[in-house]
C-alpha cells in the first residue's frame, strides 16, 4: 500500500498573531497560557500521521481537542500556520488558487456535521454540485448524480428539497454529493453525530459497506470511542491540538499510552471491537481426515478433551468427531472416521466481532472454529478465551483477589 | 448661567458647504450627464405605466394580489388602486410610481454589490456603519439642499434624494442576508473547488434572497415616505398635491392626497413582501 496523505508537523493556530504564539508554542508554552498571554487560539499542535491508500483513519477527540480543525486543513479550508500536508506527494500547502481549486474539485470531498446542504437546491442539485462546479455537462452529470444517489439508497428522491428529508436522509445527500465527484480522498467531519444511534449504527454499516467497493481514502472524525473503533483502521486520539496516540483500536485498547486514553477506553464496549482472530488460539490436538478412529482416541486422551475437529490435507475443516462416538466405532470395529463427523458446530470468520459470538458460545457444546475464506481452519474459541478477552489487558491486575 | 464659550467654534456646515462648491465647479459635467441619465429613466417608466390603459392596470394590480397572495387580497388591492383613480390622481400616482421605481431600480444597483463587499471586508463595514446610520437618521430635508444645487429643481433631485434616504436597508440587509450564510454551506461551496464567483453566487446569494428581498421592501417603503418631502423641490406627483393642500389649508385635498400615498404605499409593501416570500426555502 502506498501513502497517500502525508501530514508532517502541522500547526494551526487562529487570532491576528499566530507566527508569536507558534514561537511560544515551540518554546513549550501551553495553550492555556498562549490564550491568555497573546490571545491566540491554538488549534492543531504539531500533529503528524501518515494514511495509506484506501485507509479508513479515524481521528477521535473530545469537542474543542481540534479533530474539526485538523481535517479543515486537510483540504486547506484552514490553512496551516506551519507544516507540510503531502498528498500524493505533493504538498498541498504550497498550491495557488488554481491548483487548490483543482485540488479540491478532483481529488477530495468532504461530508458534514450538519450536512452543510445547500437548502435552495434539490437533492438532486445538491449532488450534482461539484460537477457542475466542474463544467461538466448537465446530461452527463444527471447521470453520474442519480448513480451516487442509488448507491446510498435515496433512488426516487431526487426532486425532493433537502429540509423534506429526515436527518439520516440528508446525510445520505451529503454522501452522494462527495462520491458524485469521484475523489480519492472522503473527509468525514463528525457525519454520524447528529443522528440519532439507530440511523448511526446503520449509516455506519453502509459507510463500511460502500468502502469495501469504493477503497476509498477516508479521513473520519468522531467523538465516540464505539464509533472510531469500529470503523477506523487505525485510530488517531486527539486532546488539546495534539495526538496524544494512534494506532489500530487494538493497539490503542490494549495498551493506552496515557490516563486520558484509558479513561476514553473505559467508555468501550470491547465486544464490539475486539474480533475472533484477536481470542482464538491454536487447538489443542487436531485430527487429520486419513487417520484413523484410533489415533483419535489417542489424542483427544493425551489433551484432555472430549471432542477433536478432523481437517484434510491443507488444513481444510472437514467436521469433529467426539470422544463417544470413536468409542462406540471401536466396538463396532469401523475404523475411518468419516461416517463420524459431526457438523452441528458454528463456525465464524477472523473478523467477526466478540459481540456476534456470545450467543453461540453459550448455545454450543463445541469450541467455536474459525475459518478463512477458503474454508481452512485457523484456530478455535472457547467460551474462557471470549471472558478473558472482555477483559482490558492491563486491570487484570487491579481485581482484587 | 452657563453658556458654551463663544471663542471656540466650529462649523463642520461650512467644510460641508465648500466640498459641495467644489464638486460643482470641478464635476459640472458629470452631473448634467446623471441628470440626464436619470430623467431618461424617468421619463421613460413613466411613459411605459401611462401607456398602460387604467382598467388593464386595476386588472394586472388585481392579478397579481391573487397570484401572490390571495383572491380577496387582490380584490382590495384593485379597489385601493381604483379609489385613487375615482379621487382624480391617476396622473399624479403614475409620476410618484415612476419616481419611486427608479428610486428603488437605482438603490438596488447600489446597494447590493457594496452590501456584498462589505460582508467579506470588515473594515468597510467598519466605514460604512456610522455612514449609513448618519444617512438613514439625518432629516430627509436636508438632502433637498446639496440635491438642488447639483441637479436643479424638478424630478432627478428627489430621485437624488429618494436614493440616499432609502440605500441605507438595502446595503445592511444585503450584508446581514450574506453574512448569516450558515458556515457549513459556504464550506461546502469552497470544499467542492467553487470560486469566490461561483460560491457567492450559486450559493450565498440564493441563500441569502429572502432576507436581501426584506432589504429592497424597506427600501421601497423608505422611497414612499419620500414622496411628500421630495415633492418641496419640485417633484411632481402625489406629493405635490399634499404641499399645496398644506399652502391652501384645504383639509379635503389633503386627506385626498395623503390617503392615496397610503393606498399606494399598502399595494407595493404586500406585493413585494410577498415576492420576498417567493425566495424563502427555510
Redesign the interface.
Known sequence: MSKKIEVKNLYKIFGSKPKLALKRLKEGWTKEKILKTTGQTVGVNNASFTVDEGEFFVIMGLSGSGKSTLI?CL?L?NRPTAGEILIDGEDIVKYDRQQ???????K???V??????????TVLGNVE??L???NINKDKRRQIALEALESVGLKGWEDK?P?ELSGGMQQRVGLA?ALA?NPDIL?MDEPFSALDPLIRRDMQIELLEIQSKLKKTIIFITHDINEAFKLGDRVAVMKDGKIVQQGTPEEILNNPSNEYIEEFVKSIDRTKVIQAKNIMRKPNALVSIKDGVRVAIKEMQASNISSVFVVGRNMELEGIVTIDDCVDAVKNKQSSLKELLRHDFYKTSPDEYIENLLENAVKSKYPIVVVDDENKLLGIIVRTSILSGLLPINSTNDTPA | MNSFPELIKFDPGMYIEALVDWLILNFQGFFDALTDVIKWIVFNIQDGLSFIPWFLFILLIFLLGWKLKSFKSGLGYAMMIMLIGLIGLWEDMIFTLAIVITSVILSIIIGIPIGIYSAYNQKLEALLKPLLDGMQTMPSFVYLIPAMIFFGLGTVPAVFATIVYSTPPCIRLTSLAIKRV?K??R?????????RW?ALV??EL??A?PTIMAGINQTTMLAMSMVVTSSMIGAKGLGENVIIAINRTDIAMGFNSGISIVFLAIIIDRLTQMISKKYE??
Open positions: 479543515r483540504n479550508l487548490l481549486r483543482e485540488f479540491r474539485q478532483n477530495v470531498a468532504m458534514f456535521q450538519n450536512f452543510g446542504l445547500f437548502t435552495h437546491r454540485y461539484g457542475e462546479i466542474r428539497m429540509t454529493r465527484n473527509l | 450558515p457549513e454551506m464550506e461546502a461551496a469552497y470544499a467542492f473547488g467553487s470560486s461561483q450559486k450559493v440564493p441563500q434572497m426555502h427555510v
